[in-house]
């Protein structure tokens, strides 16, 4: 069902795509963000600041994004990024049909876990219909159905310390001069316990695709897509990015990207 707070949604999904679009149109320049003695690094940091407070007074800790009806679903969930990793050690795990990959969780918490497919198929699950809002400016609804973060963080009980989730995935997104780097991203404790997000394994009542992250991908459905990393690997507890990419938090905040991309 539809709820009255799609107007003002859509008002934020404008403005945040608007910020990070302004970098879309200038990926060439992304080299000149990596200095952290970059003007232009520095600005957007202090409007990605200002961002997080005004959505937070905005949003809410929460406060639910919109959820759709079965017959709003009008299409496919469209894949984009990382489509069919290459890497070795993914094809050895997808040839196995996922036999052998786990969910490895660690960092702050007491409880260091490793969890199957099987294991996290075991636990208590939401499904929901939902709306897919990417940067590039399209937006897709679908069902999704997975576990929800808190059970897992709860499962490893975080250290009162911890302050951000980080997600690392098994997909190599760029190969280049610079480096191979694969995909992370990260959200803060009120995102991660919200009752939306989930590590979803199902996608349309079917398992979730290889094209749209399987065997596990993140859904913060409060935030554009780039937050909702796919190929899931390793969940870490930290209290700080220092030492993790570039030090932003994530895969394209390290290039320029708001942190904190609520709608």
Known sequence: MRTPHLSRRALLSAAGAAGSGLLLSGCDAFGLL???DSVVRSTLERANDLTYRVQRLLLGADRLAPEFAESDIRQGQRP??????????????????FAD????????????LSLSRDQLLAMPSR?????????EGWSTIA????????????????????????FHCMDTIERSLSGQFRYYGSIDMIDARHPQ???AYGLNGRPLPVENGA????????????????YLQRIELTD?????????????EDRGYDWFAGI
């Open 240 to 252: 700080s990015f220092a030492g993790l990419g570039f030090g932003k938090g994530g895969y394209w």
């Open 101 to 112: 990959w786990r969910l490895e969780v660690g960092g702050l918490v007491e409880r260091p």
């Open 143 to 166: 069902k999704w159905t997975g576990v929800p973060l808190a059970l897992v963080l709860d499962l490893a009980m975080v250290k009162p310390q911890a302050r951000f989730v980080v």
């Open 34 to 36: 990596e200095g952290s």
């Open 197 to 199: 997000t989930i590590l």
């Open 127 to 135: 499904t929901q219909i939902t709306r897919h809002d990417c940067v």
């Open 215 to 230: 065997p596990l991908r993140v859904r913060v459905e409060r935030q554009l897509g780039y937050k909702m990393p796919k």
């Open 80 to 97: 984009n990024g990382v489509t069919s990793p290459a890497d070795q050690d993914y094809q050895d795990l997808l040839a196995g049909d």
